[in-house]
């Protein structure tokens, strides 16, 4: 375990008292007592509905190095505790966050947009790696807690540091970027997704240019030129004096798509990046994936990075769980079918993407282009036309069955032709049972929804119902 902070030094920036020990030296954070791991602080923060002040002495006894704790709930807790006492655990948790930001030497990179921050968080990741000590949160560590977390988790080693951040309300970044300061912000997208506190896309634009607020001085922003909102975030980041940076396929574009070639498996591209003209190729499928790679090589030009080490490292993508996963199983009568696991998010920029990349799925001899989908959530408004809308990139990719699960996909399936019609159920539990028997050789089959239309359970069924034959991107075949 490596050594992140002493206690004496988590008390210093945080201004609390220590109590008890001794201290071993903390190699982690932790929030939830399930995933404690020993070495770990538990911060005790207090929710709508649970407090971890509850959970003090299962953190104690599962090996937390201290919990951080607030000072009026001291009386409930055991004397004999290892104890960090502070006004308010989650206020102490940003202390030490801009504490660790202001001991670090690492490049920070900062994402956010509509879709693809957390694929764009993991490809930064990988391919920063061979340039240096790299760190990133996990998993998709975005919010008001997430992004602190991360940030006090952050070894005072790193090179580069990369940081998602999300929102739901205008105002949420803000704070967020202004706590991670980065050199560098990508705004991948900005999307019709969770449109449900915004009166308009426009507003959404205007809260992810939030981003730029916390921009290191000099710092760069990386903006989609091929997005329709690439003016507006250009202006609000040159107004905060950012070097502004625009990527895509459009012709002004300072790190621009050259040449793809779009195979099954992954694509070929070139590019050129900020004048350095390089080809690589993507171990995953997808033109969305293609474009968030030109971000990606903008931001490690940026940094510092190794172009080329970087270029060499997207051969080895992989496509993270969920999110564009690729599973073959076999049929117990002979061949196999595959099955492209997209059940942990969707909204109608994924989803085309998505469909793009069953469009360019190959299958076999007699198989078919099948796709399940789950409801889009959190649409506010305009969810059943944006469901219905689905039906024309659906068709452009040459999808031959689309099975629909849910009250809003319900529009889609009226609105399919009836050859294209698989069937609908009011929920995914329901339509379960009738896509589990449905694979032949050769099949592809897509499974997208949001993550709350319950659609990842129909992928754990294909895996409980059919043995795995491999689990491959095709890194090594484009
Ligand atoms: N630039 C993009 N345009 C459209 N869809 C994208 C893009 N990048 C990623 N996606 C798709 O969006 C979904 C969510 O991706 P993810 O990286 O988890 O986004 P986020 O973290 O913003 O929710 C996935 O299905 C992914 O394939
Ligand atoms: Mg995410």
């Not at 008390?11 to 001794?22: F, K, M, Q």
Request: charge should be neutral.
């Amino acid at each position: 375990m490596s050594r992140l902070w002493t206690m004496d030094e988590i008390a210093a920036a945080t201004g609390g008292r220590l109590a008890g020990g001794p201290f071993a030296s903390v190699g982690g954070f932790s929030i939830d007592t399930r995933s404690l791991k020993p070495g770990d602080v538990f911060v005790a923060l207090t929710g709508e509905r649970n407090d971890g002040h509850a959970y003090v002495e299962a953190a104690l006894s599962a090996g937390a190095v201290a919990a951080i704790i607030a000072e009026d709930k001291l009386p409930g807790l055991a004397m004999a505790g290892r104890y960090l006492i502070v006004d308010e655990p989650l206020a102490a948790l940003y202390r030490l966050a801009a504490a660790s930001r202001a001991r670090s030497a690492a490049r920070i990179a900062a994402v956010t947009g509509s879709v693809g921050k957390t694929g764009t968080k993991e490809a930064l990741r990988s391919v920063l790696a061979p340039s240096g000590p790299t760190h990133a949160a996990l998993a998709s560590f975005n919010n008001h807690i997430g992004v602190p977390l991360t940030l006090s988790s952050m070894p005072a080693t790193s090179t580069y540091g990369v940081f998602e951040i999300g929102m739901n309300h205008a105002g949420e970044i803000t704070p967020l970027t202004q706590l991670v300061r980065p050199h560098v912000a990508i705004v991948t997208t900005v999307e019709a997704a969770h449109l449900e506190y915004f009166s308009s896309v426009e507003e959404i634009a205007e809260a992810k240019a939030e981003i730029f607020a916390g921009l290191e001085p000099g710092g760069a922003a990386l903006i989609n030129r091929d997005n329709a909102f690439h003016d507006v975030l250009a202006q609000r980041a040159s107004a905060r004096g950012a070097r502004v940076i625009l990527f895509g396929e459009h012709p002004a574009a300072d790190v621009r798509l050259v040449d793809v070639r779009d195979g099954a498996d992954g694509s070929l591209v070139t590019a050129s990046v900020l004048g350095t003209q390089m080809t690589y190729r993507i171990g995953m499928p997808g033109r969305h994936v293609v474009q968030n790679s030109l971000a990606v090589l903008g931001a490690v030009s940026v940094l510092g990075g190794d172009l080329a080490l970087a270029g060499v490292a997207y051969a080895r993508l992989r496509a993270p769980r969920g999110r564009g996963e690729c599973l073959t199983f076999a049929l117990p009568q002979g061949g196999s079918f595959m099955l492209i696991d997209e059940s942990y998010n969707a909204n109608p920029a994924s989803m085309a993407a998505a469909f793009a990349v069953l469009g360019a799925s190959r299958p076999g001899a007699g198989g078919r282009r099948i796709a399940i989908l789950g409801d889009m959530l959190e649409l506010g408004a305009a969810a059943k036309d944006l469901h219905e809308a689905l039906a024309s990139p659906l068709l452009a990719a040459q999808v031959d069955l689309v099975f629909t699960a849910g009250p809003l996909m319900e529009a889609l399936h009226h609105h399919l032709p009836s050859a294209n019609r698989g069937g609908h159920a009011s929920s995914a539990a329901d339509i379960e049972a009738a896509v589990i028997a449905l694979p032949r050789a050769g099949d592809v089959i897509m499974v997208k929804g949001s993550n709350g239309s319950r659609v990842a359970a129909i992928v754990a069924a294909f895996k409980t119902r059919y043995a795995l034959a491999g689990q491959d991107n095709g890194a090594d075949k484009a």
